[in-house]
């Protein structure tokens, strides 16, 4: 008995006197959580209140880093690829008569499950802002991934994107009266020579591309910086312009959009470095569906710091426009159809890296991570699902 009552009293000693050393337990922090200080512009604040997915939209580079941090132990395993870099419902796009993924902000290389992990939360919050079941819409949108990774015959525009034709512009008159709005802030007289040196870089770049545009093509009739624009590129710094074109026709100028490159280098799990430039072009050929002639990233000169960011131009359209979730569902079917659709752009996008026969084997990689690794991929979507619910809920 004494020897039990000592043995018990020393077993209470050696516990409060683990108990007295133990670092004390870190309070639980959403990963997802904005800083204090991304929240401090009211106007930003405000877009990111609208929903749950708004506010999704703006959270990117923290949601990544957690998906790499979430895959960490099995990262040897998963295929790297071409990502988009911020796959969800809303960067599905008609442009010109053509479908497809837009946006290339955020455009990487890294493993497969940044994108679909990130475009299967977009479908969760679409389906709970609803009342739909996102299990289902998830699940739907994994099979649909895996049936395009098989082969499976391409699913038809779906109703959604069609209905988008009704969103597009009504007249060139009112896209450039719109475009017009966006360059409000004149670019700082401190910035002027160092922009007109780069414009006159892109312009040689973009006539060694196609001879057939002179130089009058790309005289600037109007430029500027917008004001309160954007969501998850909010911070991005960006120049509007407005060109001549092929005539001196108000009717045929050609907006571009000139921003500055993101460094994506604090993401571990990806090459999102400021050096690799063709990163943006690499994404928009494999993923678009239609190519741009005005996409470019301006050429550096030597004298240029090591550290400057890159920036690139792609041009806007007439005939553009974008899913949203308040409008383009209206039922179930077309979530499912957009969650589909979504799928076989990510599928394509992530296969196109290599050319035939080598894009078999990459096919094959991607469907023995899916079949290996699906429900990690499930647990993630739920988590930053709830994660990102919370997160909003904070605001």
């Known amino acids: 008995m004494i020897r039990g009552a000592l043995a018990i009293a020393a077993l209470v000693a050696g516990c409060a006197h683990s108990n007295a050393t133990e670092a004390p337990v870190a309070p639980y922090t959403n990963p997802l959580q904005l800083d204090a200080a991304a929240l401090l512009r009211p106007d930003l604040r405000t877009r990111l209140k609208a929903s749950p997915h708004r506010y999704f939209r703006a959270i990117n580079r923290a949601f990544a880093r957690e998906v790499c941090r979430r895959f960490d132990p099995i990262m040897a395993t998963l295929p790297n690829v071409s990502l988009h870099g911020d796959a969800h419902l809303e960067k599905l796009a008609k442009r010109d008569g053509v479908a497809g993924l837009s946006d290339f902000d955020d455009s990487v290389t890294g493993p497969a499950v940044i994108d679909l992990v990130r475009f299967g939360v977009s479908v969760s919050l679409a389906a709970h802002a609803h009342g739909w079941s996102p299990e289902a819409a998830v699940e739907r949108f994994l099979d649909a991934y895996h049936a395009a990774l098989k082969g499976a015959a391409t699913s038809a525009t779906p109703r959604a994107i069609e209905r988008l034709e009704a969103d597009l512009a009504a007249s060139e008159v009112d896209f450039f009266a719109a475009a017009d709005t966006l360059m409000r802030i004149p670019v700082p007289a ?15 770049l973009v006539r060694e591309i196609d ?137 394509r996008g992530h296969t196109d890296s290599l050319p035939a026969p080598y894009d078999v084997q990459v096919r094959r990689l991607l469907r023995d991570m899916m079949e290996e690794h699906r429900a990690r991929m499930v647990a993630a979507i739920e988590a930053l699902t709830a994660s990102t619910l919370e997160a909003y809920a904070q605001l």
């Open 190 to 204: 401190e910035k002027r020579e160092e922009s007109e040196a780069s414009w006159a870089r892109y312009v040689e």
């Open 211 to 347: 001879p057939a545009r002179d130089a009058a093509f790309f005289r600037v009739k109007k430029q500027g910086q917008p004001v309160d624009y954007g969501v998850g590129s909010a911070t991005t710094k960006r120049v509007f312009l407005r060109i001549e074109g092929p005539t001196e026709d108000d009717r045929d100028d050609v907006v571009l959009e000139a921003k500055e490159m993101r460094d994506l280098s604090d993401v571990p799990c990806v090459e999102g470095r400021h050096g690799n430039s063709v990163r943006i072009m690499a994404s928009a050929a494999r993923f678009s569906g239609r190519a741009d002639p005005f996409l470019a990233v301006v050429p550096r000169t030597p004298g240029e710091d090591v550290d400057d960011p890159p920036w690139w131009v792609q041009s806007w359209s007439v005939r553009y426009a974008e899913v949203t979730l308040e409008g383009s569902l209206r039922a179930e079917g077309d979530l499912d159809e957009l969650a589909a659709f979504g799928a076989e752009q990510l599928a």
